[in-house]
């Protein structure tokens, strides 16, 4: 009985969950990285931030989500392999910082702020997910 796990790769064996973890911690150090700076940063690096943020959270709970849950697997048939996933993951953030940037070059700098913190929601509610989903064992 599988489940709708955000991202699952369970099909692909530890290996690529080893894989694909190593994957998420190096987009959450990154994100990290640039938060320890984010007092003194632009508007663009606070939305790339943010955004990584929201991905790795999302990334890192689908991986301990699946090895709470053998059966789950991953309910987006596009996230399905890690590298793409994280390939995925990687250009939706750079598309919608690239979006805010625009949105304030456009004079729209609160409408920049209300995209980059609801789509830093979603991946924060897919995470969530994720964990409630692996708590549950489905």
Known sequence: NASDLDM?????????MRHSGKLAVVFLTLALLTLAQMST??????DVTVLSLAAAADLASTQYGLSQCPG?????PLMGEP????AIKAASVAVTAWGCDRLRKAGHPKGAKWVRWGVAAVGG???AW????????R
Do not use: F, I, Y
């Open 8 to 16: 699952g790769w369970a099909h692909h064996g530890s290996d690529a």
């Open 83 to 86: 590298a793409g996933a994280l």
């Open 72 to 76: 789950c697997r991953e309910g987006n």
């Open 130 to 137: 994720n964990l409630r989903q692996a708590r549950r064992g």
């Open 41 to 46: 940063c632009d508007e663009v690096s606070r």
């Open 125 to 127: 509610g897919a995470a």
